[in-house]
């Protein structure tokens, strides 16, 4: 059994709501106001339509997909700035329908010697880790002021085996912004440090927990 979990979450819980204004609607929100008169031949105060209602992210499918990545995702992560590939046609089946707008075809290979594949993705205001581990595929998201502080990764924790000499293990493969030197990756109070080289920090230890949260070193 894999259990995925996101990254930064202690930041992210609080964030959300406000950086799910970065997603847009589509439109340019007019506004439309009315003049019309009262009986006794005043004016009445004109009448303001509201505003578009935005996405939140408790609604991943209703943000816009993004046609280029934003300027912030560009500024902090050397790995967008480079020719993407795109996810694979099949990946793409077996994900369906994109959440926070992510753009399929803006998808940068995560650059790691493992079995299976990874990809940073950008989307509407968040960026995300897909990974495809055998026939499985799983995707990891943070709002992208959490992505540039705490970097982004995709944590697959599995339990121990059967047998009792089978320990857990736990596999954490993410991308840090530009200039990291590190990411110290925070569990029930230990902290491990692992080497960020071209953006990228794989971990593989024992640990059969997600981690609490991640801080990076520059």
Request: net charge positive; proline share 11%.
């Amino acid at each position: 059994m894999n259990i995925s979990a996101k990254v930064s979450w202690r930041a992210c819980a609080s964030s959300l709501a406000v950086l799910s204004l970065l997603a847009g609607t589509g439109g340019c929100g007019m506004s439309q106001t009315s003049d019309t008169r009262r009986p006794d031949g005043a004016r009445s105060s004109p009448q303001t339509a509201p505003a578009p209602r935005k996405p939140t992210p408790d609604e991943p499918y209703a943000y816009r997909v993004i046609t280029r990545v934003e300027h912030r995702q560009l500024a902090n992560f050397a790995l967008l700035r480079t020719r993407p590939e795109g996810l694979p046609a099949r990946t793409q089946r077996i994900l369906g329908t994109p959440t926070f707008g992510l753009n399929w075809r803006l998808a940068q290979r995560i650059p790691v010697a493992l079995p299976g594949a990874y990809w940073l993705v950008p989307g509407n205001g968040y960026l995300c880790v897909v990974a495809q581990e055998g026939m499985g595929v799983g995707t990891t998201c943070a709002p992208t002021s959490e992505a540039v502080e705490h970097g982004i990764a995709s944590i697959t924790v599995t339990p121990p085996g059967p047998a009792s000499h089978i320990p857990p293990s736990r596999l954490i493969v993410g991308v840090a912004p530009d200039g990291a030197r590190e990411v110290l990756v925070h569990t029930h109070g230990a902290i491990a440090t692992v080497p960020v080289v071209d953006e990228v920090f794989v971990l593989r230890d024992s640990v059969a927990a997600p981690p609490d949260f991640l801080t990076v070193r520059r």
